[in-house]
């Protein structure tokens, strides 16, 4: 019971993040696309599409793992996603490369990356993780 | 007789079929909200010739590499660099001032001195693909700075063309 609220918590309080983050970024479609050019990590033809389709897979998966027909599945999907944003804030720090986030605002002035948004999304990795597991393990014999 | 351990409501699907749903969702809400959507963008962009474009928009003048190299030479501009401050101490166009666009307001304070709304000033970044000069650019626009030129290229073009550099190793 205990592990069944625990992963259920962590799965809420994803979905809440994801919606967050995932929603200023449809509502600003050309912001997100700037921010996503920043951080030259992605061929220029990407760049839009990217910009199209990844709040939608943020925002669709924040819905998806609230259901239980296809929360594992959407949790893998975030747990991929931070994945890569968390190499993506870390490569930029390391070539020195000073943008903002994108994370949870496309706002030219908001918040720039630091190390911070790095231990930020490894504790959110964490979280999806967690949400990711079974909560009725199935028992042997 | 014992039930199937998998035979509760809400049994997921297997994990394959729940990837390719929220996968296909995606791609049908985000290809229909680009294309209803007043807000929509172009499917594919030039983003090689954003800060160009971007600044063409914004009515900002452009200099190329030798047109920058000719302000510098004749001092005409006061030169501003909007790089991080360890850029631009690794070295710098001629006579460059450091406002790094992150901390544009304690960079503009030390060159208050130059300042005068109609100065002619010349701001640059590392290259295509930094637009913090632009944005320092619009920054100087807004509080009242009406000669401005952007040097798009930057630093990059301007070793590329192979014009002196000061500081550095």
Known sequence: MRRRGLIWACRIAIAGIFLAAGIPKILDPHGFAVAVYRYQMLPPFAVNLVAIYLPWLEVLAAFAILWPKTARGSAGILVLLLAVFTVAIAANLVRGIDISCGCFSVAEGSARIGWEEVVRDLAFLALAIIAALDPAPRRRG | ?169
Request: net charge negative.
């Open chain 2, 1 to 169: 007789m014992t039930e199937p351990a998998n035979s509760t409501p809400g049994r997921p699907l297997p994990l394959v079929a729940q990837i390719a749903i929220v996968v296909a969702l995606t791609l049908a809400c985000g290809t229909a909200a680009n294309l209803l959507s007043p807000r929509r963008i172009a499917w594919f962009e030039d983003w090689s010739r954003y800060i160009e474009t971007r600044a063409l928009a914004e009515r900002i003048p452009l200099a190329t590499a030798e047109q920058a190299h000719r302000f510098v030479s004749a001092g005409s501009h006061l030169v501003l660099d909007a790089r991080p401050l360890p850029d631009f101490e690794d070295g710098r166009l001629p006579g460059a001032h450091s406002v790094p666009y992150d901390d544009r307001e304690a960079g503009l304070a030390q060159v208050q001195m130059f300042l005068t709304p109609a100065q002619p000033i010349l701001t640059y970044c590392s290259g295509a693909s930094c637009d913090e000069s632009l944005l320092l650019t619009l920054h100087l626009r807004d509080l009242g700075f009406t000669n401005l030129v952007l040097f798009a290229g930057g630093f990059d073009a301007w070793r590329a063309a192979g014009f002196p550099v000061e500081g550095g190793p």
